[in-house]
């Protein structure tokens, strides 16, 4: 019934985390010294930045399209209180319940995935990291 919400909310915490860690690095990137062939040092890294923002963008979407669903089966509504079940104190217990079990669920699933892609790409870039030729 408003699962989408618990996503949501958790896409709200990451564009804000995402906008402040971009924030961050771009000041820190501002005082990089460059190296000899005029490249930064951390140029083969993605910035986490950019991977909270890989995080933003599967609860946004996954939130949305749990949107559209509500609405296609008549649970949202254009008209206060939105939510069809927010009407009556039977529905309302019924469709906290399924945001507590359903939407955390959902979100924790998502940011399990987003860790494993997190981890992968450390991995290549570690990997990538140990492919580059020492400098003397």
Do not use: Y
């Amino acid at each position: 019934m408003a699962c989408f919400l618990i996503s949501a909310g958790e896409a709200v915490v990451s564009t804000i985390v995402a906008s402040a860690l971009e924030k961050k690095e771009k000041a820190q990137a501002e005082s990089h010294v460059q190296i000899a062939h005029g490249a930064s040092e951390h140029e083969a890294k993605i910035p986490f930045s950019r991977k909270v923002k890989w995080l933003r963008n599967m609860l946004w979407g996954g939130s949305a399209l749990l949107a559209f669903e509500h609405v296609w089966h008549g649970e949202l509504a254009p008209w206060f209180p939105f939510l069809t079940a927010a009407g009556d104190p039977a529905s309302t217990a019924e469709m906290l319940h399924e945001m507590a079990t359903v939407g955390v669920a959902m979100a924790a699933l998502v940011t399990v995935v987003w860790l494993g892609m997190v981890g992968v790409s450390s991995l290549i870039e570690k990997r990538s990291g140990s492919d580059l030729p020492a400098e003397n």
